[in-house]
C-alpha cells in the first residue's frame, strides 16, 4: 500500500520497507527500547528515490523480507487501487464535523 523508510542516524543507515511489512511493525514496538529511530512514510517508491537524493552518507538497504525495490510495481499499484475506492466527487462540508 505504500513504503516505510526506518533512518538510524546514529548509524547512518536507511532501511526501505513496504509499510505492512513485519519489519516495521517489529521495529516499532521496540521504539521504546531504541528511540533513536525514525520513521517517515511515502506512497509512492518514485517519492523515495527523490527523497534519497537529498540524503548524503548513508547506506540505503532493500528489506530483504518484503522486497520493496523488486515489488515496486505491485505495490504503487495497491496504493493506487485502495484510494481510487474514495469517491473524489464527494461533496465536502468543511463546517462538518465527521467524527461520530
Do not use: A, W
Not at 19 to 41: A, R, Y
Not at 44 to 56: A, D, G, K, M, N
Amino acid at each position: 500500500m505504500g513504503y516505510m523508510l526506518i533512518i538510524d542516524n546514529e548509524n547512518k543507515n536507511i532501511e526501505i520497507h513496504s509499510d505492512l511489512c513485519d519489519v516495521v511493525f517489529d521495529k516499532k514496538e521496540d521504539l521504546n527500547i531504541n528511540t533513536k529511530l525514525e520513521f517517515i512514510p511515502f506512497n509512492f517508491y518514485e517519492e523515495i528515490e527523490e527523497y534519497l537524493q537529498t540524503v548524503e552518507g548513508y547506506e540505503v538497504v532493500d528489506c530483504e523480507v518484503c522486497k520493496p525495490k523488486e515489488n515496486q510495481e505491485e505495490l504503487d499499484e495497491d496504493y493506487d487501487d485502495f484510494y481510487e475506492e474514495f469517491d473524489d466527487d464527494e461533496e465536502v462540508d468543511s463546517t462538518r464535523c465527521d467524527i461520530i
